[in-house]
């Protein structure tokens, strides 16, 4: 049975590459559905997603005040109202309970009533959840380094700040035109106001694909290609949408369930629903990895690495890159950039640049760029093939019992690849 399997999923991932048409297409469209449905049943996507509307639910308020805070000035904070409203509308006929409890909350939330430990616990749970979305994503993209400390308070801030505001923005040039002479005279028209009513309904999905494809782009700690992005995005929105439907018609029919729990039912069907769009967001996220990094698909969570001989390999290259470019009077190169120019996940690359980091052939700028430890001149290509391959990063090294005729051919080995290479330096595989 496991012999027929590994078969089945070696002829879907691996052999339709190269299958022609009509199956070939099809095979390499199914591997997606068929990668993101055994990624979820692996269970780590929804221990996330749990987590994530667990802190939700804790920050969702201060991360409302907050909100508002900003917005006060604009006179927009009607247009948040509405956001929330979208957003628990899949609960049928408690989204405006719901969405009234929340603003009387946050309508209540002054300094003087909670206190300096009540303000810091606030505080505490909007950087809980930053932190936990930025983690969960890092792990979909296989991203080990994640941002600076510096890079975390402004680039997120910058979000916080500009977020509300360009959605209350957005919303408002919305309801600018809908109500605008030509709109008016639009709705007039009967066929043509049906078409206006359908967009109308469409607004908040495309605001959610919007949303979550800036999130794709933006949150991983590593360079997403925008076309991933954009596909993620767009199919997690239309998979909210969907499941959307699907949860208020359950809600409708769930009587007996409200029965049962009674005033608790809301309470419960809340946290299920915010586990659900934190679960599709992530899949999402899976799938844009997947888009981006279509080789990958076969191996799903499964742990990454290098072989010994790739590891080399890559460690060449990154000093190359960052080399020449240093030459050349640039600092380019981050973690990110550099998975995406080698086509491998950052967790894979991870381990190199740490044993490069280790052997001081690389150093990392408060930017979180890569430039050589020292001049290109002074680093031999065979202390670079030494980092690699001797450096050990994150584990205890184990003293291995050596065999002498095996340890006499890893040091006649060893001696060969450094009389090969020689006196050879970075800055003549550069000028190569």
Known sequence: ??????????????????????????????????????????????????????????????????????LKGLGARGDLKFILHEFFRPMGGAATQLTDSVMQFVTNMRGDLLGTIGLAFLVYTVITTIQKVEASFNFVWRVQRPRSFGRR?????????LGPILLALAIGLLGFAENSPFAQWLHAVAPLAAVLGGLGELVPYVIVTIVFTFMYAFIPNTGVQFRAALIGGVSAGIIWALVGKIFTAVILYSSRMVAIYTGFAIVLTTLIWVYLSWLILLIGAQLAFY?????????????????GSDREQVGLS???????????????????RLATELDIPSIALAPVLACLEQGGLLVATEKEQFVPGRGPEG?????????????????????????????????????????????????DLIAA
């Open 318 to 336: 990154i000093m190359y890159l960052i080399g020449r470019d240093y030459a050349a009077g640039k600092s380019y190169w981050n973690a990110g």
């Open 153 to 161: 308070f402004t680039e997120y801030l910058g979000v916080m700040i």
């Open 291 to 307: 888009i981006q990094f279509p080789q990958y698909l076969r191996h799903g969570q499964a742990s990454i690495e290098l072989t």
């Open 1 to 70: 049975m496991r012999r027929w399997l590994e078969s089945l999923e070696d002829g879907l991932f691996q052999k339709s590459r190269d299958m022609g048409p009509p199956w070939g297409a099809l095979l390499r469209w199914l591997r997606y559905p068929i990668a993101l449905i055994r990624d979820w049943l692996g269970g780590e996507i929804n221990i996330r997603a749990m987590s994530l509307a667990y802190t939700t639910l804790l920050s969702l308020v201060p991360l409302m005040v907050f909100s508002f805070a900003i």
């Open 379 to 427: 680093i031999l290509l065979a202390d670079i093939v030494d980092s690699v391959r001797s450096l050990q990063i994150g584990r205890l090294p184990v003293e291995v019992s050596r065999v002498a005729s095996a340890a006499q051919v890893m040091r006649e080995v060893e001696c060969a690849m450094r009389e090969r290479l020689g006196a050879r330096t970075l800055k």
